[in-house]
């Protein structure tokens, strides 16, 4: 039978899918003896990825005989195959290799195990790499960047065994591959002894080998080697330098970033989006916005501003430094934005400030179907955390749920931390729970909201304590300052001495925050001697260990101390602050020592440049009040800035309560009323100022009121510690187990009073 299609006009070969059609052999063994002069148009119709070829009859129809057939085109139809993204097809050219015998050559194996890589289907690779009979490096290196590119670095260092045993030797790319695989694992050694290697065998001036060795180095840690092997290559190109720049980058060497760039520039190279990516980032460190802005510039000039991951780091740069809007001018260029792009935006308006404006950019990529990823979440829910928006994050959390990030560690901790800071105790122990992995970081957001309320059994510090390290985790600084803070708020003066010992036992003492912690503990444990050996102990002291002294003197009324203190503290050249000086003037309140405070709070501002706070204001109030200047008091407190503030006046009251003077106590509880209507707390202090002078008409009048106005006061509560177990109790309370021998004692006890 005569064929007639070698007369067909090669255009017609630029459609695929008419070459692939079941013709017979001999039409077949036609187009294939003609495929080398037609090789461009076959190249050239295959570079739409979409391109699918599916009109297959039986092997034998599509393919012809091996004795007819050039040998030579098996890879261009290998190469069509991949760049086609077609599995089918390859698995076919496979099969007829298999057939023919000709994938016993190493060359045809070779790119049938590339096809298989490319294709990430290791398990075919690894078959074919088992069946050939005679590999080269080509061979070796092809299937350990397989293994690479899935991460498995252990098969990749097992085969550069293997491969060095069966005596093949290793080319530039065999040692580009080898030390990728140390770069990512974190492997020195090996990447040494391949760094040796490299030099023996010349292939350390390789642009390729030398980067990876760069890359090897920066990894590890190890930026100084990193560094003096990049001084020493001659041959840079622009990736090596793009590396330098992004590992300077991240070990906060700006200055350094910046001398990579410019020689980059005045080495010829054009910098890439991928060279503008890293050194923007730099930005957001160690550099300055002003450098961000100039490198913005450039950006522009060279042609990559549009490029996403370039918009991506200068929306991420002006986010960290405060400039929202110019973020969002950012944002608006990107024509191309990712789901990056949206956590740079929400972060820059977040930590700007913005919190409604965060949550609304979250609200509009959601609308838009932008698919969020675990990093969008946590910076969402620590900005409903930071911004009090409890019911957007409960919404979140449902969200999270049904994605099933609800057991990653970042999302887990932000919903703890949602949930602590909010008083739902009970939720963030819950979520806590379900976590896959548990963090010292989300075991610290836990300790934050037991410090807030650190009146309940369940959150008791030694029980987290002993949950923290059944978990193993281990503490950090913050958990040693919150559990010290969570002793001295229960005043536990043994749970506090069980973590300070150790504290000492692991170190932890020697830093300044837990040092100082320690000595607020004891103070408020009421051990005053404990809290002044610590002081005396440390080597050096920062300003928080002064002022934490000070207001131990002061807790426990010793006045003079605390001024002498003060009086050393100066001579140290250590300028106080508004803390240090409002703990001076506590001092001065419980110590009776009304002049001194007098005399600190005028110069405070002339002298120390301290502005009076509304704290502040409230100490002289009441330091003037306790020592009977009652007129003092009222005049300081309708000349302040703060004249409105019902602290002063509840202030003002209280004192007026304590010194038994109903005439200013009348005043100032006409202004405390008037201010805060609605403050159940407000008539309860008025209420027992008269009822302490026995004005107790007066007294019911203002309950009266108060109960008309269906206001009701928080219940208190107490606690005592009594064999190592605190134990709360609040007013009329039954639900203490020994409640009735509590109430029997009492009984006992004020009988015993009469």
Avoid at 56 to 83: A, G, M
Avoid at 245 to 270: M, P, T
Avoid at 635 to 649: R, V
Avoid at 724 to 734: R, T, Y
Wanted: glycine fraction near 8%; aromatic fraction near 10%.
């Amino acid at each position: 039978m005569t064929t007639l299609l070698p007369a067909i006009s090669l255009p017609c070969l630029s459609k695929p899918q008419h070459f692939f059609l079941p013709f017979k052999t001999e039409s077949s063994n036609a187009i294939f003896t003609g495929f080398s002069s037609c090789k461009p148009i076959l190249n050239n119709s295959f570079q739409n990825p979409k391109t699918k070829i599916t009109q297959y009859s039986t092997i034998s129809d599509v393919f012809p005989r091996e004795d007819t057939f050039l040998f030579s085109d098996w890879p261009e139809l290998l190469k069509i195959s991949t760049e086609s993204r077609d599995f089918l097809l390859g698995q076919a050219i496979h099969a007829y290799l298999v057939k023919s015998g000709s994938q016993r050559d190493p060359f045809e194996g070779n790119n049938l195990l590339s096809l298989y890589v490319k294709f990430n289907r290791l398990d075919l690779a690894q078959r074919v790499f088992d069946q050939m009979n005679v590999r080269n490096t080509i061979t070796w290196t092809s299937l350990m960047k397989g293994y690479l590119e899935e991460n498995d670095f252990q098969s990749v260092f097992c085969i550069a065994g293997d491969m060095f045993e069966f005596g093949e030797k290793f080319n530039e790319h065999t040692c580009t591959v080898i030390l990728q695989a140390c770069s990512f694992s974190e492997d020195k050694i090996t990447g040494e002894q391949i760094h040796c290697f490299a030099i023996k065998s010349g292939f350390v001036d390789n642009v390729y080998v030398g980067t990876s060795l760069i890359a090897m180095y920066t990894r590890s840690g190890f930026l100084g080697d990193a560094e003096k092997l990049f001084d020493s290559t001659a041959g840079k190109d622009v990736r090596c330098l793009n590396l330098m720049i992004l590992e300077y980058g991240r070990a906060g060497n700006g200055e350094k970033a910046i001398e990579v760039f410019i020689n980059l520039l005045s080495s010829g190279f054009e910098p890439n989006d991928y060279t503008f990516t890293n050194i923007i980032n730099t930005c957001n460190g160690d550099l300055g916005i002003e450098e961000g802005k100039q490198l913005q510039g450039l950006a522009f000039k060279y042609g990559v501003l549009n490029e996403t991951s370039v918009g991506n780091a200068i929306i991420t740069m002006y986010g960290k430094n405060g400039m929202a809007k110019a973020a969002k001018r950012m944002f608006s260029v990107i024509t191309e934005r990712n789901v990056i792009s949206w956590t740079a935006l929400v972060s820059g308006y977040s930590s700007s400030g913005y919190g409604k404006k965060a949550v609304d950019a979250f609200m509009e990529l959601h609308y838009l179907g932008v698919n969020v990823d675990s990093s969008l979440l946590t910076i969402v829910l620590d900005c409903c955390s930071e911004y009090s928006f409890l019911e957007l994050g409960l919404q979140i959390h449902g969200f999270v749920i049904k994605l099933g990030y609800e057991s990653d560690v970042n999302i887990g901790t932000a919903l703890v931390d949602l949930y602590a800071k909010s008083g739902n105790l009970q939720s963030a122990r819950r979520v806590f729970n379900v976590l896959s992995i548990k963090s010292t970081a989300s075991f610290n957001a836990i300790l934050a909201g037991f410090m807030e309320d650190s009146g309940n059994d369940e959150q008791d510090s030694m029980v987290l304590f002993n949950q923290l390290r059944m978990a193993g985790i281990k503490p950090d600084l913050v958990t040693f300052s919150r559990l010290l803070s969570l002793s001295a708020n229960q005043a536990s003066l043994q749970r506090g001495r069980s973590f300070h010992a150790y504290g000492i036992k692991t170190g932890f003492e020697a830093d300044f925050s837990v040092a100082n912690a320690v000595i607020t503990m004891y103070a408020k444990c009421g051990s005053i001697e404990d809290a002044n050996k610590i002081f005396m102990a440390m080597n050096e002291h920062d300003f928080v260990s002064w002022n934490a002294m000070i207001s131990a003197y002061a807790l426990h009324g010793q006045g003079q101390k605390a001024l002498l203190l003060f009086e050393e503290m100066k001579k140290k050249e250590i300028a106080p602050d508004e803390i240090t000086i409002l703990a001076i003037l506590q001092a001065c309140t419980y110590s009776g020592l009304w002049q001194d405070g007098i005399c600190l709070f005028n110069i405070m501002e002339p002298k120390y440049g301290i502005k009076p706070l509304l704290e502040h204001y409230a100490c002289m109030v009441d330091l003037l009040g306790r020592a009977g200047h009652l007129s003092e008091a009222m005049d300081i407190i309708n000349k302040s800035p703060f004249s409105k503030s019902t602290l002063l006046w509840r202030t003002l009251v209280n004192v007026c309560k304590l010194c038994g003077d109903l005439n200013f106590g009348k005043l100032a509880s006409k202004h405390l009323l008037d201010l805060s209507p609605a403050e159940a707390g407000s008539y309860i202090l008025v209420s027992n100022m008269y009822a302490g002078e026995k004005i107790l008409d007066e007294a019911a009048k203002v309950r009266t009121v108060m109960n008309d106005l269906k206001l009701s006061k928080e219940v208190g509560c107490s606690w005592i510690e009594i064999e190592n177990k605190v134990h709360h109790f609040v007013a009329s309370d039954n639900n203490h187990p020994r409640s009735r021998e509590i109430y029997a004692v009492l009984d006992l006890l004020r009988d015993e009073m009469k």
